[in-house]
């Protein structure tokens, strides 16, 4: 079995990030990590309809409506990264969902206090990673 694997992966830094001014605090948590490299990223700001179709596993859920409000409510970064073991890594790297979880280091840890405004998504599997990277950067090759 390979011990590391080349991939790509959706990073959101979502709209509460943008705001308080933490685009380069995390961006450089991710450039820093070896052999990592970013092959997309644009400033944007997410419509229902694009947040419906990346958060379709969760339309439905008590938590979608404020999280649809939360995540329409100013810009975001999207970006794709690429790399080693690059699904697994961000996702480790981000930590846990809920903050208050999430280990001391990771980006939500040290980062963040509430489950909604937890700064950063990121693809939880490489079937997810192809899908979201369509919906968020359709030209890229
Ligand atoms: P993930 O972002 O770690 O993959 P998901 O369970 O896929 O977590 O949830 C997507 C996003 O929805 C979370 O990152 C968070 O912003 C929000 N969320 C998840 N669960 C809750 C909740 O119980 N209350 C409020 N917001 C939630
Ligand atoms: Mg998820």
Redesign the pocket.
């Known amino acids: 079995m390979p011990t590391s694997f080349p991939q790509r992966t959706l990073i959101l830094l ?1 709209t509460d990030a943008v705001a308080r001014g933490l685009i380069g605090e995390i961006v450089s948590r991710i450039e820093r990590k070896a052999g990592w490299r970013i092959v997309a990223l644009e400033l944007r700001t997410l419509d229902g309809a694009l947040l419906e179709r990346h ?1 379709a ?2 339309v439905g ?3 979608y409506g ?2 649809v409000e ?1 995540m329409s409510s100013g810009p975001s970064v999207a970006m794709v990264v690429e790399g080693e073991n690059v699904v697994a890594g961000v ?1 480790a790297l ?1 930590g ?3 903050p208050l979880r999430a280990g001391p280091g990771t980006i939500r840890g040290d980062l963040a206090t509430r ?4 700064v950063i ?2 693809s ?1 599997c490489a079937d997810a990673a192809e899908r979201e990277m369509k919906i968020f950067f359709p030209d890229l090759s």
Not at 115 to 118: K, L, T
């Open positions: 979502k958060y596993e969760h859920k008590p938590f404020e999280l939360f996702r981000a846990r969902t809920d489950v909604q405004e937890n998504h990121a939880d």
